[in-house]
Nanobody, 121 residues
Framework: QVQLVESGGGSVQAGGSLRLSCAAA????????MGWFRQAPGKEREGVAV??????SYADSVKGRFTISQDNAKSTLYLQMNSLKPEDTAMYYC????????????????WGQGTQVTVSS
């Protein structure tokens, strides 16, 4: 089993920055790949960024603005979000999966409860 707890969400004005954190616990073999996803009201969930063994992939909408990283010693996943836009407003979820080389459309096995990000214009 894997437990994921997100933090760092909040309200920010357009152009601002936030850093999301995801504390992971449980079977390390079950979280070879990690990712961030988001869901805005009335919209489908979308992949934001994924990482495994240093390989990263980003949604086109966040490339150049968001950075995914992880601190394996602390079992923590991060999402640095810069130049935030109102369209980035969503609930952000951390996810983990036992498979390697997952992509943004992979249905990850484990999910956190989410942290809300609100960007005002």
């Amino acid at each position: 089993q894997v437990q994921l707890v997100e933090s760092g969400g909040g309200s920010v004005q357009a152009g601002g920055s936030l850093r999301l954190s995801c504390a992971a616990a449980g079977n390390t073999a079950s979280r070879k790949s990690m990712g961030w996803f988001r869901q805005a009201p009335g919209k489908e969930r979308e992949g934001v960024a994924v990482i495994n063994f240093g390989w990263t992939s980003y949604a086109d909408s966040v490339k150049g603005r968001f950075t995914i990283s992880q601190d394996n010693a602390k079992s923590t996943l991060y999402l640095q979000m810069n130049s935030l836009k109102p369209e980035d407003t969503a609930m952000y979820y951390c996810a983990a999966d036992p498979h390697l080389w997952v992509v943004l459309t992979t249905n990850f096995a484990y999910w956190g409860q989410g942290t809300q990000v609100t960007v005002s214009s």
